[in-house]
């Protein structure tokens, strides 16, 4: 069980929609996206003073160009937060926002703070996978231990298709599942409570006037979502990461542009302002694997992040399992025998898409905001990572 | 003022097959251009000119030499934008074979053009001079046909056609125009139905078809009859007509027969019933993924004549034709297609001696002599040889007599006889000129001014061009100049089998060099394509099977002797490249100080689909361009053009064009491009003197060249360690790449490492020989030598 002097509760959860790859966000900013996550959360809790924040903690999987220099402190300010409260960048690729969660939580935990922000913001449409430029150690060649770090996610998801022997049916049936539960959410408004629309602004150039042409569109849903995509169209796609594989563009996750943000306070400050919490922060958990088989992570990280909560896996109700790769995600869910009903309801990243490093702060606001709405008592965020690691974070209604 | 500033601007009107083709290819040659159509109000499907730039744009990759042109081909609408067109110097209406649709279009547009503008039709079946009859009297002078074919960027013929009021200068100023700036050739045409080469090209349809219901066979054995084996594609008749679209050349069909009614074949300008069949049945061919042809699966099924029902295709020619039509002889070869029994023998006599007929009957009617003729089915339909030069190669009298012989027998397709002129003459090509009946003698080729920028035209008959002076030759080059162009600029040709770099040729390089740098002012590498497809892999295999590595080393150090020597010659050197330039051949190529390319040369650095690297200065040339690019950025990291130099060397790419060859990297953005590839040999003499004349400076060569070294070798292996594991690459595959990683890296040295050139030279040599002295590169060589086809091992 986790030592802590104090619980960390949720009060207020949001994130934007998510957009595809140079679709919704194609020239939107990354620290204008977090911006506009922080500001919701805060204006859906006003009674607490920004100023009494004890630090951002913000997830971001390919820190650089747009999202370098320290994006989480950027956003924050750009949110209008004083520059008394602190931000700091986290990265552990596709868990980064779930990992900044837990580091806010922990320092509420530990009792350090009151008042803490965790979030996630990535933009995919400005840096790309990989990021702008990678220059690798030659020394990991030499040993077959650190040779995995070479491989693309594709390609172990590959290799977990292989071992977990996850067909290319058995993943484009979940591929096409993912689609019709997230727009089936779409449709009867799941998302709503947890979605923050985003006014997207352009600036372009009319060459005829010699103008610049201002132009706003407020985006609502997660724009990945395929209510057109059939079986017939996903086994009609190729393999991308191996010759002979199942993995395709159609049951792998879209990459994404998105941000979340959380806001977490101590049972002091609940007290103190008579808040209703959305969730309890209850464990978290992260594990190294193989990185050829990074895709299986959350096989060593639930079972570990259950353990330091006291719980069964039987306890769970809701679980935010991240769609990197169909083939992946199946071998978890059967190997840890998650029941398939509960895990991502309301469809998941091959549906609405995975902005790497917001993904986890994204996830865990869907997760408490459907605690709170299908009154359920817990919920999981859990994803693979790569460089072969997993990752889970565990909340209660509260 | 030459032809060259005859088009500022231009306008297309057309938004179907051919319109956006022609615009994008006006704006390929950096003419912008207004494609024209209606706005999307009109309802009429296809015709919203934005929809069809787009849908071009995204279907059709080869229509602009690069996506950048796209952006000179601005839309406009018939109903809001016609003042447009008083800006364009040429218009070019490409709108559908309707003449109520034209009359319309040319009643509105006429208003608004300017009384100097050029307007031209593309129509391929109206008749030019009603067409003119549509404008007012002041345009008609300025008015012709300009019939492209498709694709306009691809195919070479343009036919030019005057009307009656046609100005005669006027016509030649925009011949001149198409040739060197659109780089087309263009037959002139009579303003007769479907001009030269749809007439004659649909006449060979309709007389193949003929012939195969006559004698019983299938429409797949007749493609085998009527491709390559007859030196025409490899599309032969029926893949053509489902190219063309069934339902298109029923249309053309039927035209003629209604607006031929003297045509002594006009019986035969009817569709079959099969051919009928198929289009009732929407088999219209590729645009409805069947038609005479269908896929399934992997399979490829034909129609059958008499059922009507799809069946496995795929039946030979017989053995019998295909021995006759290897003999070397062509008087031979006639001889003996005419006397066979053998089915398909005398089914391709019938189909030839049809065409002959037709052609002669009609020469005096559609052209102004048999040179347009021939050159219209090659330039146009992509036959290697027009029927009149294949009449004459068979013996033109023999031919003659058997044609009007079976005439006689009542087995022609039509009973008039032939022309008195065909069988009077003992030829058609004579002394460098070509028949025309009108003069009842040969004529010779247009003299515009334009043609004396192409040294080597096409040639018909045996034509032979001014050779110039020989300064020295071997059996693998000639050393020659061309003293009526320039006397001061040496020319190098290569012998060798498709110019390949065998020890001779080099050899020659570092002669040329020489002699150039003692008495000439310049160098030109030229020689008909291709120019150059690597080393000679068989020359290389001897030194690789006696174990001789040092003499393997000594062949690529005496090959990295010679681009090197065309980079620091102390005169300017410039390789004139046309058609395929891969592998050692783009060395040479590369290494020129500058270089003069035909509009659809392809540049490539391929050895790696033999086992091997480049290694004549490839890689060295990429990893120095890189580092001197870099030092114009701030961050001055070469790295990016490493990868993309790694990359295109890993899969052997080749280039789409020379516009693509200069993204690429393998030629530079200043190097010239020719539209016309008549043209290179000209223009790279007229460079090298002017390169000469401004005080040419060779560079040094290159040092403090930074290299990206380990961690780069390390990342671009990331690639191949996902490539290889992923199964798209085999365990040789990735060798070969880690190696070209390494060598474009720098070696395995620190990042940011200053090397020269010799470093580099020297890790491209010695990596080349140890892959010399793998098995499967060894293999490799072999298999394409013997085959000529690469192996995947």
Request: net charge negative; hydrophobic share 45%.
């Amino acid at each position: 069980m986790t030592r802590q002097v104090q619980d960390a509760y949720i009060v207020a959860a949001a994130r934007l929609p998510i957009g595809r790859r140079n679709g919704y966000y194609k020239t939107t900013r990354p620290d204008d996206m977090l911006a506009h996550a922080i500001k919701t959360i805060l204006a859906q809790v006003p009674e607490i003073d920004p100023a009494l924040i004890g630090d951002v903690v913000g997830g971001c999987a390919l820190p650089e160009a747009e999202q370098g220099l320290n994006v989480t402190r950027m956003g924050a300010m750009m949110a209008g937060l004083p520059a008394s409260v602190p931000g700091v960048q986290v990265n552990r690729f596709c868990s980064s926002g779930l990992q900044a969660v837990a580091m806010a939580a922990d320092r509420i935990r530990t009792g350090d703070e009151d008042i803490m922000i965790g979030c996630g913001t990535e933009t995919m449409s400005m840096v790309t996978m990989l990021g702008n430029k990678v220059v690798l150690n030659p020394a990991i060649y030499d040993n077959p231990r650190t040779f995995g770090m070479a491989m693309g996610m594709g390609l172990t998801a590959e290799n977990v298709a292989e071992r977990w022997e996850v067909s290319r049916d058995d993943q484009d049936a979940f591929a096409l599942e993912s689609h019709r539960r997230a727009v089936a959410g779409i449709q009867n408004g799941s998302f709503q409570a947890e979605t923050a629309a985003y006014p997207v602004t352009t600036r372009t150039a009319d060459l005829a006037s010699g103008e610049v042409r201002e132009a706003e569109r407020i985006v609502k849903d997660d724009e990945g979502a395929r209510p057109d995509i059939n079986l017939e169209k996903l086994a009609k796609l190729r393999p991308v990461f191996a010759a002979n594989g199942s993995v395709t563009a159609g049951n792998a996750s879209q990459m994404s542009d998105g941000a979340g943000a959380v806001l977490m306070v101590s049972e002091k400050v609940l007290k103190q302002h008579n808040l209703t919490p959305l969730a309890r922060f209850v464990s978290f958990a992260v594990k190294g694997v193989p990185p050829e088989i990074m895709g299986i992570g959350p096989i060593e990280a639930i079972p570990a992040a259950l353990g330091k909560a006291g719980l069964k896996q039987d306890d769970l109700d809701w679980i935010e399992l991240n769609e990197a790769f169909a083939a992946q995600a199946l071998a978890v869910i059967r190997t840890c025998g998650l029941d398939p009903a509960k895990v991502n309801p309301l469809g998941g990243a091959i549906a609405t898409g995975h902005p790497l490093g917001a993904t986890g702060a994204v996830k865990s606001a869907t997760v408490v905001h459907a605690l709170k709405r299908e009154n359920l008592k817990y919920g999981m965020v859990t994803m693979c990572i790569g460089h072969g690691m997993g990752a889970a974070g565990i909340f209660e209604a509260a | 003022m030459g032809s060259g500033g005859l088009v500022r601007k231009a306008a297309v009107l057309g938004t179907g097959v051919m319109g956006p083709r022609i615009a994008a290819h006006l704006a390929n040659a950096d003419v912008p251009v207004v494609l024209f159509g209606m706005s999307p109000a009109s309802g009429i499907p296809g015709a919203d000119p934005v929809q069809a730039l787009e849908t071009l744009k995204k279907t059709d990759r080869g229509a602009f030499v690069s996506r950048e042109r796209g952006a000179y081909v601005d839309t406009a609408t018939y109903e809001d934008d016609l003042d447009q067109l008083a800006s364009c110097d040429l218009i070019i209406e490409a709108i559908a074979e309707d003449w109520n649709a034209k009359q319309d279009l040319y009643t509105k547009i006429a208003p608004h053009i300017r009384a100097d503008a050029i307007v031209a039709s593309n129509t391929s079946g109206l008749s030019i001079t009603k067409l003119a009859g549509l404008l007012p009297d002041a345009l008609r002078p300025h008015f012709c046909g300009v019939h492209f074919f498709n694709p306009p960027r691809m195919m070479a013929l343009i036919e030019l056609i005057p009307g009656a009021a046609t100005d005669p200068a006027m016509l030649d100023r925009l011949e001149s125009w198409l040739v060197t700036r659109l780089g087309k050739s263009i037959v002139r045409a009579k303003d007769t139905q479907s001009f030269i080469a749809n007439r004659v090209g649909l006449f060979s349809i309709l007389a193949i078809m003929h012939h195969t219901q006559a004698l019983g066979l299938g429409l797949d054995e007749a493609d085998a009859l009527t491709g390559t084996l007859i030196n025409r594609p490899k599309t032969a008749t029926f893949r053509t007509a489902d190219m063309i679209g069934l339902d298109t050349l029923a249309t053309v069909t039927d035209v003629q027969h209604r607006t031929l009614p003297d045509d002594p074949w006009r019986a035969h300008f009817r569709s079959p019933d099969w051919f009928a069949g198929l289009i009732a049945k929407g088999a219209l061919g590729l645009k409805t993924k069947g038609g005479v042809y269908r896929r399934v699966g992997k399979a490829i099924e034909v129609v059958d004549i008499a059922s009507g029902d799809y069946r496995p295709s795929g039946t030979p020619a017989s053995d019998a034709v295909t021995a006759i039509m290897r003999t070397r002889d062509p008087v031979e070869r006639f001889a003996k297609l005419r006397a066979s029994d053998d089915k398909h023998a005398q089914f391709v006599w019938a189909v030839l001696r049809d065409l002959f007929h037709y052609c002669a009957y009609h020469l005096g009617d559609i052209a102004d002599s048999v040179r347009e003729v021939d050159f219209a089915m090659r330039w146009g339909w992509g036959w290697s040889t027009g029927p009149f030069e294949t009449w004459q190669a068979g013996g033109w009298t023999a031919l003659a007599d058997a044609i009007q012989q079976d005439i006689d027998a009542g087995k022609a397709m039509a009973s008039v006889p032939l022309p008195a002129w065909a069988t009077a003459r003992d030829g058609v090509y004579q002394d460098g000129g070509a028949y025309s009946p009108a003069q009842d003698a040969p004529v010779g080729r247009s003299t515009l001014p334009v043609y004396q920028r192409q040294l080597f035209p096409d040639a018909v008959a045996g034509e032979r061009f001014d050779e110039g002076e020989t300064l020295h030759e071997t059996a693998s080059v000639r050393l020659w100049r061309l003293p009526k162009i320039d006397p001061g600029i040496a020319l190098l040709s290569f012998k060798s089998k498709m110019h390949s770099l065998e020890k001779g040729v080099v050899d020659g390089i570092h002669e040329a060099v020489a002699l150039a740098e003692a008495d000439f002012d310049g160098l030109v590498v030229w020689h008909k394509p291709p120019f150059g497809v690597g080393a000679n892999l068989a020359e290389l295999l001897d030194f690789v099977r006696a174990g001789d590595w040092a003499s393997v080393e000594a062949a690529v150090a005496h090959f990295q002797g010679a681009t090197k020597a065309l980079r620091h010659a102390q005169v300017p050197t410039v390789a004139a490249v046309d058609g395929m330039a891969f592998g050692g051949g783009a060395e040479v190529a590369m290494h020129a100080a500058h270089r003069v390319l035909g509009l659809e040369c392809a540049i490539g650095l391929v050895e790696a689909g033999v086992g091997l690297i480049p290694a004549g200065g490839g890689c060295k040339e990429m990893v120095r361009r890189a580092s001197e690019l870099a030092r114009m950025r701030p961050q001055r990291d070469p790295w990016e053009d490493i990868q993309k130099a790694f990359r295109n060397i890993i899969r052997g790419a080749t280039s789409r064009g020379a516009v693509h060859a200069q993204g690429m990297g393998y030629a530079l953005p200043g190097d010239t491009v020719r539209f016309n590839p008549h043209e290179v040999p000209y223009v790279a003499i007229k460079t090298a003197r002017s390169l000469a004349d401004a005080g040419y400076v060779p560079p040094l060569p290159g040092r403090g060249i930074k290299v990206v070294g380990a961690p780069g070798r390390a990342t671009l292996r990331m690639e191949l360690v996902n490539l290889r594991d992923g199964g798209f690459m085999s365990a040789h595959d990735y060798l070969v790449s880690d190696t070209a990683a390494m060598v474009l890296c720098g070696g395995d040295v620190d990042p940011g490492t200053l090397v020269d050139e010799d470093w580099l030279l020297g890790l491209e040599r010695r990596q080349f020989v140890a892959l010399t002295q793998t098995e499967p590169t060894q293999q490799r060589m072999a298999h394409m030598l013997e085959t000529g086809k690469p192996l995947r091992n």
